[in-house]
């Protein structure tokens, strides 16, 4: 995701009511270094979470397809960064679906990629943590969402 000028991010300020104002700087007070990212979330990709998923899947092919294949410790720090950039655009999103979906879609990249889970620890607690945190998310989603990611999930799982 990049970043709005400075410019930009005035000239979307303006146009808000106060209280909404007052709520996303709130927010936004709570992040330190990632403040820019977060409120050009905040103003131009929130109500368009279709396209911020879809945008975020890229930007993790685009690092899947630079992992450094030659050695396992290699491709763990490349996974370990991907991970990163997920939790921060959850962080960001604050919607279960988006995380869970993120989530998903990692475990079943890296699964897809090539890359033996089974033969490095790191890497296999790295997949089985993102398992557990989908599971959970899961539990947390309405019946209906429920079951369709469930059957996303088992397809990982087969």
Do not use: W
């Not at 975020?56 to 092919?61: A, C, L, T």
């Not at 690092?63 to 960001?92: D, G, M, Q």
């Amino acid at each position: 995701m990049k970043a709005a000028s400075v410019q930009e991010l005035k000239q979307e300020l303006k146009q808000l009511p106060p209280a909404q104002l007052v709520e996303l700087c709130l927010r936004l007070s709570r992040f330190k270094k990632e403040n820019k990212e977060l409120l050009t979330y905040l103003l131009f990709e929130a109500h368009q979470e279709a396209d911020f998923v879809k945008g975020i899947k890229e930007e993790i092919d685009d690092n899947f397809s630079e992992i450094n294949r030659s050695h396992l410790y290699f491709a763990k720090k490349s996974l370990r960064k991907i991970v990163r950039i997920i939790n921060k655009y959850c962080r960001y999103s604050n919607v279960t679906e988006t995380e869970l979906e993120l989530r998903l879609y990692f475990c079943t990249t890296l699964k897809n990629s090539g890359i033996p889970i089974n033969q490095n620890p790191v890497i296999k607690n790295l997949y089985n943590t993102q398992i557990k945190k989908s599971e959970q998310l899961i539990e947390s989603l309405h019946e209906d969402l429920q079951y369709e990611f469930r059957r996303e999930f088992k397809k990982l799982n087969a």
